[in-house]
């Protein structure tokens, strides 16, 4: 057997990251073979526990079949050499219309009796992350709004019909800026959610508003990806027309703002989806360092043209009255108190990592945390971060479950640390905004169950049901987690394991539950091609639905 190729890894802005393996449809079922004209049981089993006890739905989508044990958490293949995409920020699944499969009744054979696996079409995941969710999704509409507003304010301010934008180019290149971090900030996010949830979590709100809400928070990534490209925009005008008249300005001005244009144009293209799906690491370091020494010289931009004398062509020492008066100044100010805070709160923590498997492990930490938070992690707070759901019963301990899926998460198995580096100031996702519907259908396939836990160890205004599809939940997750989700009521819980009842449908039972369920909205979390499967199926049935998109 070939050993597994090694593949990129990819993450939303969030710095939310999982492995990349393009393979065929993880949800497809397979066209079953028919033998002799007969067909098989209509029902198939949902494996509460391995003990023996099962709960039985019927259904027509599903033959039953032994599949091994895989660490492959997420995907729902059953090649033992797979491996888990470790989504953990969630966001609106984009709009893809997709045929319904038509599925014929099997008949049941034994390990030995069954025919080799039909051979599948291989997809590209990055085509399904990036090309394969619409040419209108919210994001990008987002993206496209912001960026023409930055262009008709261009055209105004060249054109002379707006004379404060040409005076002030340097000033809408900067203000892009703090919109785009403002799209990132953790801190300003988590209070965002909050005040969401606080205000439309209401039953008389109508749910279209909570839906198209909730398209908003999860697809801000289309702001800050607008503004970032504007903020070049304006900068690269702002330059030319500084240029023109360079008699002026300084060359240690003109100096500084060509080199905070390169550093942005670096971030730019380092953020290029390209990019980031085969260069992330890249990607994040050259975001995180490019930015902090862009920063650097943009407060330098600030101090240099404020206090240059065009007349004498000397700089004053007296800044401080203008400073206070100077609009660049203040946004500087709100840009830098914003990328700080995530990093004041860094603290080296003691933790206690457990294996239930060598496919995952379970890290514990002390004191509680509301459901629908999430938090980061790192041995190496400068070099990377990694982003999990955070699992709690908001008392006194909170952990983490992490599929071993890429070095970091692979080292928590083989190397188990003491202390690891967090951000005491964690952010709120998808999961958060649960609390603002009133009955809510949770869908997860692997790890991706971490996001939602909090959810059955806490009191939550919403009504929660979950779905949940994993191979070998014993044996990879561990009884702790499986024990969590046995004392949630049984009613609202449906249990897959594939690795006694094989590979299911799993947005035709999704939709199927949801109906059952009467769920307002369905949140799923699995692999791109899984959740957008599952999203546009429950959308095409007429239930709201979201799920993560590549830029959150």
């Keep these: 057997m070939k050993s597994p190729e090694k593949f990129p890894r990819f993450s939303s802005c969030r710095g939310v990251a999982f492995e990349i393996k393009p393979h065929s449809d993880p949800f497809a079922v397979p066209t079953p073979l028919v033998v002799d004209g007969r067909c098989g049981s209509n029902r198939f089993w949902l494996p509460w526990n391995q003990d023996g006890s099962f709960r039985a739905y019927p259904s027509d989508s599903l033959g039953r079949s032994m599949s091994r044990i895989s660490s492959h958490f997420c995907d729902l293949d059953i090649d033992e050499n797979d491996f888990e995409d470790d989504l953990k920020d969630l966001e609106q699944g984009g709009v893809h219309e997709e045929k319904e499969q038509?599925?014929?009744p099997v008949s049941f054979t034994s390990k030995r009796e069954q025919p080799a696996k039909v051979a599948r079409q291989l997809e590209s995941r990055l085509s399904i992350i990036l090309l394969d969710q619409g040419p209108f999704t919210?994001?990008?509409r987002l993206f496209t709004v912001c960026l023409l507003l930055n262009i008709i304010g261009l055209v105004l301010a060249a054109t002379g019909h707006f004379p404060y934008a040409r005076r002030k180019a340097a000033l809408f290149s900067i203000g892009n800026i703090l919109a785009l971090t403002l799209c990132r900030s953790e801190a300003f996010l988590r209070v965002v959610f909050w005040l969401a949830v606080k205000v439309l979590g209401q039953s008389w709100v109508p749910l279209g508003l909570k839906t198209a809400t909730t398209s908003l928070l999860q697809s801000l990534g289309g702001i800050h990806s607008g503004c970032g490209v504007s903020s070049v925009a304006w900068l690269v005008y702002a330059l030319v027309l500084t240029l023109e008249d360079r008699e002026n300005t300084s060359p240690e001005i003109i100096s500084v703002a060509f080199t905070i244009l390169a550093l942005l144009c670096l971030s730019s293209l380092a953020a290029f989806p390209l990019v980031r799906h085969l260069h992330h690491n890249v990607f994040e370091r050259t975001h995180r360092f490019a930015g902090w020494t862009a920063?650097?010289?943009?407060?330098?931009?600030?101090?240099?043209t404020i206090s240059y004398d065009p007349k004498s062509k000397s700089y004053s020492n007296q800044l401080g009255s203008r400073l206070m008066k100077q609009q660049e100044f203040w946004f500087t100010l709100a840009i830098t108190a914003l990328i700080i805070i995530p990093w004041v709160t860094v603290r080296r923590v003691p933790v206690k990592v457990s294996a239930p498997s060598g496919h995952a492990s379970i890290i514990k930490f002390e004191g509680g945390v509301k459901a629908g938070i999430l938090g980061r992690i790192s041995r190496s707070p400068l070099s990377e971060w990694h982003a999990f759901g955070i699992i709690s019963d908001g008392?006194?301990?909170?952990m983490m479950l992490a599929g071993a899926v890429g070095d970091f998460t692979k080292s928590l198995v083989s190397d188990p640390p003491s202390h690891l580096w967090v951000r005491q100031v964690h952010f709120a996702g998808l999961p958060y905004l649960i609390n603002m519907y009133d009955k809510v259908m949770m869908v997860a396939t692997g790890s991706g169950i971490c996001v939602f836990?909090?959810?059955?160890?806490?009191?939550?205004?919403?009504?929660?049901?979950?779905?949940?599809?994993?191979?070998g939940i014993e044996h990879n997750f561990g009884r702790e987690i499986k024990e969590i989700v046995n004392r949630y009521p049984k009613d609202k819980v449906i249990v897959h394991d594939t690795a006694v009842s094989g590979r299911p449908d799993i947005a035709q039972l999704s939709v199927d539950a949801a109906k059952n369920w009467g769920a307002q909205v369905v949140i799923v979390t699995s692999n791109p091609q899984g959740s957008r499967d599952v999203v546009n199926a429950c959308k095409d049935a007429g239930i709201p639905a979201f799920g993560p998109?590549?830029?959150?």
């Design 549 to 552: 998109i590549w830029d959150s």
């Design 395 to 398: 008392k006194t301990e909170h």
């Design 453 to 471: 836990l909090s959810f059955l160890l806490q009191p939550c205004s919403a009504d929660v049901c979950l779905v949940w599809v994993a191979k």
């Design 295 to 304: 920063l650097t010289l943009l407060w330098a931009f600030v101090l240099l």
């Design 138 to 140: 919210v994001y990008k």
């Design 102 to 104: 038509k599925l014929v």
